[in-house]
């Protein structure tokens, strides 16, 4: 299950794509089977040696193009180990709530992605994340949990601050939402309640229920995911000419605020995944 829309976020086979924070991997795994050399980083070393295996079970499948390449990587997102202006494509989902200097993270983004390239920002959408911290602080009040809540003109601001200049937004994954209200309600970590456990299986029939079923709970997420979607993402693009974040340029003076590349292409299936629960990407820089 996917965040990002890779009709907004378009790849080309040979991209540099970093997977910031990647988690269990499911984006790094969409952008090796799209082609791109993909380096999946979160300074997790359990699930980067999970992410690794995946790799090598892909390669060994074919599941990729020839002449794409995936690397797992452990690392620090506020010092991240590559050159100025090195990756085509960034991915952050789920990870900027963790992170105490976000926009040490946003700046070391900017530097590392190089001109004219894009940047998708996935975090917990305000309102439905704001019920979650009203249920249940044992939600939230965890070691490297959240510890913010991001409005959508609060993030876009960040992201234009570091230089970088949106080109579009949008919300995901509303069935999630009362699934997360109900285990905030009857407690995070009990899944054997009823309530729970009769919506996570419908949160199932959504990925890998009959085309009749599929067909149905996508027509309803996408019809509620403007207004109680459980993510927001915001799309951005590194200007061509583009001053470093912090140098007072910014983007309001930068030119071409989207490259051409950015234009919607026609994306690939999403592949079905066993866990119907959005993950909460890896941690990187906490």
């Known amino acids: 299950m ?22 269990g991997g499911r984006h790094a795994f969409e952008c090796y089977r799209r082609g791109a050399n993909v380096i999946a980083l979160d300074q997790n070393a359990e699930e980067i040696a999970e992410v690794r295996k995946w790799f090598a079970a892909m390669e060994q499948a074919g599941e990729a193009p020839e002449g794409a390449s995936a690397v797992a990587m452990e690392g620090n997102a506020l010092a991240l180990p590559f050159e100025d ?10 990870v900027m709530e963790h992170i105490p200097d976000d926009r040490g993270v946003l700046n070391e983004m900017f530097r590392v992605l190089k001109p004219g390239g894009l940047l998708a920002v996935t975090v917990p959408r305000w309102l439905p ?10 939600y939230h009040e965890v070691e490297g949990g959240h510890i913010r809540i991001y409005r959508g003109d609060e993030l876009l601001g960040k992201l234009q601050d570091a ?28 899944d054997k309640a009823l309530p729970v ?7 199932v029939w959504d ?34 000419r583009a001053e470093r974040a912090g140098t007072g340029t910014g983007a309001a003076g930068a030119a071409g605020a989207v490259p051409a590349q950015a234009e919607p292409v026609p994306a690939a299936a999403e592949p079905a995944q066993a866990e119907p629960v959005p993950a909460d990407a890896g941690r990187a820089g906490e």
């Open 2 to 23: 996917l965040t990002v829309d890779f009709s907004r976020f378009p790849l080309a086979p040979g991209d540099r794509v970093l997977d910031l924070g990647c988690g």
């Open 85 to 94: 202006d090195y990756f085509d494509k960034i991915i952050i989902s789920e």
């Open 129 to 138: 994340e704001k019920i979650c911290w009203a249920l249940s602080d044992e």
């Open 163 to 190: 230089g970088l200049e949106p080109y579009g937004t949008h919300h995901a994954h509303a069935l999630h939402s009362p699934y997360w209200w109900i285990k905030c309600a009857v407690g995070v970590d009990n």
């Open 197 to 203: 456990k009769a919506y996570h299986k419908l949160l």
């Open 207 to 240: 990925i890998v229920g009959t085309p009749v079923i599929s067909t149905l709970t996508k027509a309803a997420e996408k019809a509620l995911n403007p207004v109680i979607g459980k993510s927001f993402v915001a799309y951005a693009a590194k200007p061509h």
